[in-house]
């Protein structure tokens, strides 16, 4: 297979082959030409040159609808649900049977109930779509798929946004599934997954396959050793070294999302403290009021010695706090606008302090230190962020922050959705800043990653730090146990 775009080859000579009811893992770094590949199998976009066979036919994809018609069925990492319609209106959208003319809503309700069933979701297909929690729409996506009798469904990153009880059973139903013969391709960067569930793992590099692994080879090194081409025997970049004074300090802080429960904590210059806890636990909502994006209820916050209370984001900025939120293409980014004007944003109104003309110059000074100290791989500093990688949009949404130079940086989930090799570079960034005396305040749902980066580990369960392990104490059980509030904890 391959397919070229202006100035960029994405796939060259790509092979990929699947069998029925095998699950198959499709590895690589961001950019490496996963999602093109996926997007021509479903129809979404056209290839260049190669053939796609369906046992041993070859078949023409000109668009999703022949791709629908072959039985391959692609299920977006960002959900396409309409979701003011009910669960039955989805599945059936665009191909409602009709009665006498008219919908036949009988049919809707029982075939349904049917998919539904499929997959274990146990819901009213009158149920509106929007009224489900995420884990719960994913698996409607799953029965819509099964409903166009899809032989291949092609999963990218399907448990991005799940709780674990939801990727448990999601789990459950792809097992299933290939137990009766549906071929899934699985998209993941969490590789405890793909450890978990492929029967075989292909990786692409650069646009070109750099290898297969079948089950029983299938294992973390193995698998970060074809993606990034080489051995990472340093993945975690920690130079553990003595914190300095203190930076921020948290006394009787009470959040609007969970007002009953008073949080304490401090930080240090220098300091890498990670914050760990279920979904739910109330982590991004501590962020969001240290931030000043929901406000205390009450409380005080103190940074380097001075009293602060935002009631805004802007408050925040000027006592010295910075926010890298979990959702960096709704929060973090204007994904229309160009790396040169993301970068710039969090230090208009500095470089522009009367707000009326911006220091074209400067911005580009700054612009070009940034893009070079944090390796962005971008064509200009004018290329337009959403064309980039997740990995590289990532740094841009970090990036931003560092021409402000802030005391405390709060990172909510700072590698999610983006591959090894660009997590391996957050991570030395993240080292280097703390280098620099800044404080770091993490939020992160991988415990492997929290194990890895922190100096120290907070843990949440309900709202309430339910307790606090130095590195010497830290491990995935202690964790675990504070994390579900198990009195055992130590």
């Not at 059936?92 to 809503?105: A, N, V």
Request: aromatic letters at 4%; glycine letters at 10%; hydrophobic letters at 40%.
């Amino acid at each position: 297979m391959g397919k070229s775009f202006p100035g960029v080859r994405a796939l060259k000579d790509v092979d990929l082959h699947i069998r029925k009811g095998e699950v198959l893992a499709l590895l690589g770094e961001n950019g490496a030409g996963k999602s093109t590949l996926m997007k021509i199998l479903s129809g979404v976009q056209p290839r260049d040159e190669g053939d796609i066979l369906i046992e041993g036919e070859n078949v023409a994809i000109r668009g999703v609808q022949d791709a629908l018609e072959h039985g391959i069925s692609l299920i977006h990492q960002e959900l396409n649900m309409a979701t003011n319609l009910s669960v039955g209106a989805n599945i059936f959208l665009g191909r409602e049977p009709k009665k006498r003319g008219l919908i036949d809503e009988t049919t809707i309700f029982t075939d349904s109930k049917a998919y539904l069933n499929r997959v274990g979701l146990d819901v009213d297909p009158q149920t509106v779509v929007g009224d489900l929690p995420i884990g719960r729409q994913q698996l409607v996506e799953i029965a819509k798929a099964l409903s166009v009798k899809a032989r291949i469904l092609i999963m990218d990153e399907p448990t991005s946004s799940l709780s674990q009880n939801e990727t448990n059973t999601l789990f459950q139903v792809i097992k299933d599934l290939s137990s009766r013969g549906v071929s899934i391709i699985y998209i993941s960067h969490r590789l405890g997954e793909v450890e978990e569930l492929a029967d075989r793992v292909t990786v692409l590099r650069d646009g070109e396959n750099a290898g297969d692994l079948l089950h029983s080879k299938i294992n973390h090194d193995a698998m970060v050793r074809l993606m990034v081409g080489r051995d990472i025997s340093q993945f975690y970049a920690r130079t553990i070294h003595e914190p300095g004074n203190g930076v921020l300090e948290v006394r009787n802080l009470r959040t609007p999302e969970h007002p009953e429960h008073e949080l304490n904590f401090s930080l240090k210059a220098g300091e890498i403290v990670g914050m760990a806890g279920l979904v739910g636990a109330g982590r991004t909502e501590l962020l969001g009021t240290l931030f000043g994006v929901t406000p205390a209820v009450n409380g005080e916050i103190t940074v380097c010695g001075e009293a602060t209370a935002p009631q805004s984001p802007e408050e925040a900025i000027k006592a010295g706090i910075a926010l890298v939120p979990e959702d960096r293409k709704q929060q973090g980014l204007i994904l229309e606008m160009t790396v040169r004007e993301n970068l710039g944003l969090a230090s208009l109104k500095q470089e522009s302090p009367k707000g009326l003309f911006l220091n074209d110059s400067r911005e580009g000074e700054i612009t070009q230190k940034i893009i070079q100290k944090m390796s962005v791989k971008t064509p200009s500093d004018r290329q337009v962020v959403q064309y980039l990688s997740g990995g590289n949009q990532q740094k841009v949404a970090l990036g931003k922050w560092l021409a402000m130079e802030p005391k405390v940086l709060l990172l909510d989930e700072p590698t999610r959705g983006i591959d090894v090799g660009a997590k391996q570079e957050i991570y030395g960034l993240m080292e280097d800043l703390a280098k620099r005396g800044i404080a770091i305040l993490f939020v992160s749902s991988e415990i492997e990653e929290v194990l890895g980066m922190s100096d120290r580990t907070l843990v949440m369960h309900e709202g309430r730090i339910t307790g606090e392990l130095s590195r010497d104490e830290l491990n995935e059980e202690s964790i675990m146990q504070l994390a579900t509030d198990n009195p055992n904890a130590a």
